[in-house]
C-alpha cells in the first residue's frame, strides 16, 4: 500500500492557497451579509450559495470559461502573470477555493451574526470606527466559528474533484491531486494504490469534521462567557 507523495503535497498546497482565497473573498461578504442591509437579499444569497448546489463539474465549466486565454478575465490574469491559470496548480486551487468559500461564508456569517450588537455600539461609541470595531471586537468573539468554517473550507478544497478536473486537467506532478490520483489508481491508469490514498483521505476527514464540529459546539457556549466578560 503506497501513498503518491507528489500528489498528497499538492493537494495540501491548493488547499492552502484555496483557503487563502476563500479567507479573503469570504470573510467580508460574511460580515456584510451579516451586519448590512443587502437589496435583493434572496438573490445575492442564492448567487453567494450557488456553488454548493452546482454539480462541480459545472462549476468548473463556467470558471474555464470565464479564466480562459480567450476571455477578457483570461487575457488581464495572462496581461499579469504571464501566464493562463489553466491546466496550472493555480487554476486549481481558484476552483478550489470557488466550491469551498461558501462554507467558510455561511459559517463566518453565523459567527458575525450571533454577535451582540451593543457590543459593536460601545465600541464606536468609544471612539473606534467600524473596521477598528471589526479587528478588536467582532473578529476575537467570533474567531471559533471562523476558524470553523476555514476548517471546512480546508476540508472541502482538499476533497475537491469535478471543478479541479475541468479547470486544471489531470496532469500528474503538476495539477494531479490526491482525489485525482484515486481515480487514476483505481482505474490502473498510474500504477498506484487506491486504497492508501482513499484511507489517508478518510482519516484526514475524520479529523477535520471532528475539530469543526468542536468548534461549533464550544463557540456559542465561549460567546457567551465572553459576552458576559466584557
Known amino acids: 500500500m503506497t501513498v503518491d507523495g507528489a500528489a498528497l503535497f499538492l493537494s495540501l498546497k491548493v488547499s492552502a492557497a484555496a483557503t487563502a ?27 453567494l450559495l450557488m ?19 480567450r476571455s477578457p478575465l483570461g487575457i488581464a490574469i495572462h496581461t499579469v502573470l504571464g501566464h493562463s491559470l489553466v491546466f496550472t496548480w493555480q487554476g486549481a486551487a481558484v476552483a478550489a477555493a ?17 454577535i451582540d ?5 460601545a465600541a464606536q461609541q468609544l471612539g473606534a470606527n467600524e473596521l477598528q470595531a471589526v479587528w478588536f471586537v467582532a473578529l476575537p468573539l467570533a474567531r471559533r466559528g471562523i476558524t470553523a468554517g476555514i476548517v471546512l473550507a480546508f476540508a472541502r478544497a482538499l476533497g475537491d474533484f469535478g471543478a479541479t478536473l475541468m479547470v486544471a486537467g489531470d496532469i500528474p506532478g ?19 494504490s487506491a486504497l492508501g490514498l482513499v484511507l ?8 477535520v469534521a471532528g475539530a469543526a464540529g468542536w468548534l461549533g459546539a464550544t463557540s456559542s457556549v465561549l460567546q457567551r462567557r465572553e459576552h458576559r466578560s466584557l
Open 21 to 47: 482565497i476563500s479567507i479573503s473573498v469570504g470573510l467580508p461578504l460574511a460580515w456584510l451579509s451579516a451586519r448590512r442591509r443587502v437589496v435583493l437579499r434572496p438573490l445575492f444569497d442564492g448567487l
Open 51 to 69: 456553488p454548493l448546489v452546482l454539480p462541480p463539474t459545472v462549476l468548473g465549466y463556467y470558471l474555464l470559461v470565464a479564466l480562459g486565454p
Open 98 to 114: 470557488a466550491v469551498s468559500c461558501p462554507l467558510l461564508l455561511l459559517t463566518a456569517r453565523a459567527a458575525f451574526a450571533s
Open 117 to 121: 450588537p451593543d457590543l459593536l455600539s
Open 174 to 192: 503538476v495539477t494531479r491531486t490526491m482525489p485525482l490520483a484515486v481515480y487514476d489508481a483505481y482505474y490502473g491508469t498510474s500504477g498506484g
Open 200 to 207: 489517508l483521505l478518510t482519516a484526514v476527514a475524520f479529523v
